[in-house]
C-alpha cells in the first residue's frame, strides 16, 4: 500500500473514531507580534496577541497561525481553534484589520502577508515553535496562500529565516485550497502529522477536503536541511 494510501485510511478511521471527549485544558501565552516588511524594513507596529496552548505542550511542538477577517468568521474560527487544540497544536490567532498595537499600526498599513509572517517570526523565536501552518479562514484565505509561496518568504524573512510548512485557505462554503510550504525535516514526523491535521480540517474542507490536503501536503516539495529548533 503507497503512503498515500495509507494516509487516506488514517483519515478514513479518525474520522470513523469515537469523537474526542472535550478539547484539552489549555494556557493563554502572549507574544508580541511585530509584521515583517519586506527587504528588511521596520514597521512602526507591534501588538499582543494571544497564543492559546495545550498544558502539555513543549518548545519544538506544532503551532498554527489562524487567520480571519472579522466576526463573518467567528464560528469557524470557533471550530478550527478547537480542533486544532483537539490535535494538541498551539493556535495564534490573527484578526486582520483589529485597532490597537504599539506604534502606529494604522499608518504603518502593514498588509496581510507581513502580518501572516511576522506571527511565524513570532512564533518561532519567541515560543521556539516547531512545525507552523497558516489557516485562512474567509477572505484571509489569500493571504496565506501567499504567504507560504518561497519567494515571499525571503523577501520578507530573509534567505535563511523561518518558513511555513503549509498554508490552507478554508472559504466558508466548505471550500478548501490546500498548498504545501518548505517541508520540514525528516524528524519532525511530518508524514505523520499531515492525516491528523487534515482530518481536523475535514469538518471545514467539505466533501473530498481531507483527502486533497493529504495528496497536496505530503508532496514533493523541497525538505529543510537544517536542523530544526527545539
Known amino acids: 500500500m503507497t503512503s498515500h494510501r495509507l494516509a487516506v485510511a488514517l483519515i478514513a478511521s479518525v474520522a470513523a473514531a469515537p469523537a474526542r471527549a472535550e478539547v484539552p485544558a489549555t494556557a493563554l501565552d502572549l507574544i508580541w507580534v511585530t509584521p515583517s516588511a519586506a ?28 487567520l480571519s477577517n472579522g466576526p463573518e468568521d467567528e464560528t469557524a474560527a470557533a471550530r478550527l481553534n478547537a480542533a486544532l487544540l483537539a490535535e494538541e497544536t498551539a493556535v495564534l490567532h490573527v484578526v486582520f484589520g483589529r485597532a490597537g498595537g504599539i506604534g502606529n499600526c494604522a499608518a504603518a498599513a502593514p498588509g496581510p502577508v507581513a502580518e501572516v509572517l511576522g506571527a511565524l517570526e513570532a512564533l518561532k523565536l519567541q515560543v521556539n515553535a516547531g512545525v507552523v501552518v497558516a489557516i485562512g479562514l474567509g477572505a484571509a484565505g489569500s493571504a496565506a496562500l501567499e504567504a507560504v509561496e518561497p519567494g515571499v518568504t525571503a523577501r520578507h524573512l530573509g534567505e535563511d529565516g523561518p518558513r511555513l510548512a503549509a498554508a490552507i485557505a478554508l472559504d466558508g462554503e466548505r471550500r478548501a485550497v490546500f498548498r504545501a510550504g518548505l517541508r520540514p525535516a ?30 497536496e501536503l505530503q508532496g514533493e516539495t523541497p525538505v529543510a536541511s537544517l536542523r530544526p529548533r527545539r
Open 39 to 66: 527587504g528588511g524594513a521596520t514597521l512602526d507596529c507591534a501588538r499582543l496577541l494571544a497564543l492559546e496552548v495545550p498544558l502539555d505542550w513543549l518548545p519544538g511542538d506544532a503551532a498554527a497561525v489562524m
Open 186 to 215: 525528516v524528524r519532525e514526523g511530518w508524514a505523520a502529522r499531515v492525516p491528523y491535521l487534515c482530518a481536523a480540517l475535514a469538518p471545514l474542507a467539505g466533501p473530498g477536503g481531507a483527502e486533497a490536503c493529504v495528496a
